[in-house]
């Protein structure tokens, strides 16, 4: 259902960019119900939004189904996300509207592709346990409720791919439980696959596969290219930062026009400013401080 490998995703502002994903390689099958874990800033909303089509990737291969999100037309990108994948986010206001019944919001998305299928409303607003409440306004339902309506709403044009980015964020454990509870009843009736981001490892027992990611890779590429570094150690720091010596392998993010991120320690520790020198002997590139070489490049 998705494959991603290598991929990356960087953020430009003005003076800044942000390497949000470095390099990433995850896949998941047809019918999978698994999660990914990872601490806050570790990337997991920019691989769910790249997923659902909501970002564009900047380099690496992505695809879902039969979609090639980095060469995905615009057209396209409207069509396959109204077709193949479903989005949760932790706070559905903006999807739900608060003066229409449950069905009636879970009928809209169906209203807005032309088909609406009343029967097929109803079914997803039972499974999701709100069989009693769909002729309830949204306003008259409590948060954990709405929740449950915009699980149901994602699944109206009945996607192959259910993306949910903490879900149970704003929930209490009962209700997240329910809603895990819902997630599993879903996958196994609908055959859905489903992907959800938490932060919560608790959450990480209720699912098939939990894949971690630490600093926009998936934990065991952190530790391929970091040996150095235990993965409980906790803290979301660069590798680079820890001490340079004996450490020759950081991760580096090469994009797609061949520009790559050097660790600002390095830099700093051979004193490059704003110029190196770069030599290619066959095998390796060798970057090094211009006056260390002669300087014949100032
Ligand atoms: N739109 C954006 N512009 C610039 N930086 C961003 C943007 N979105 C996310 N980032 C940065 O990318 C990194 C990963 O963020 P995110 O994917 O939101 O992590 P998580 O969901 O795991 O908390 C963070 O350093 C964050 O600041
Ligand atoms: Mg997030």
Redesign the pocket.
């Known amino acids: 259902m998705i494959h991603c490998e290598g991929l990356v995703k960087i953020?430009k502002?003005d003076d800044l960019e942000?390497v949000?994903l470095q390099g990433l390689n995850l896949t998941v099958e047809e019918g999978e119900l698994m999660a990914i874990i990872?601490?806050?800033?570790?990337?997991?909303?920019?691989?769910l939004n790249t997923l659902g089509g909501l970002d564009r990737p900047s380099a690496g291969q992505v695809k879902v189904g039969p979609w090639d999100l980095l060469k995905i037309s615009e057209e396209e990108l409207v069509q396959y996300k109204r077709e193949t994948v479903g989005f949760i986010w932790q706070n559905n206001a903006r999807n739900l509207l608060p003066y229409l019944t449950a069905l009636e919001n879970v009928e809209m998305p169906m209203m807005l592709s032309g088909k609406v299928d009343r029967d097929y409303a109803k079914q997803l607003l039972e499974w999701v346990g709100l069989k009693e409440r769909m002729l309830n306004k949204l306003h008259q339902l409590s948060g954990g409720e709405q929740q449950r309506v915009a699980i149901a709403i994602s699944l109206s044009n009945r996607p192959k791919l259910l993306l949910a980015d903490e879900p149970t964020g704003s929930v209490d454990t009962a209700t997240s439980d329910l809603i895990m509870g819902i997630f599993r009843t879903l996958n196994r009736e609908l055959g859905v696959t489903i992907v959800i981001?938490t932060h919560d490892m608790t959450l990480a027992s209720k699912v098939d596969r939990v894949v971690a990611?630490r600093d926009?890779l998936t934990s065991t590429e952190f530790i391929k290219r970091n040996p150095n570094i235990g993965l409980d150690g906790g803290d979301a720091e660069l590798p680079s930062a820890k001490g340079l010596s004996g450490v020759h392998e950081a991760y580096v993010v090469v994009d797609r026009v061949g520009r790559l991120q050097v660790p600002k320690e390095y830099l700093t520790a051979i004193g490059i400013k704003d110029k190196a020198t770069m030599e290619f002997d066959g095998e390796r590139i060798i970057i090094s401080s211009p006056k260390l070489l002669g300087g014949n490049d100032k």
């Open positions: 953020f502002t942000v949000a990872g601490n806050s800033g570790s990337g997991k909303s920019t691989l981001v990611i926009g």
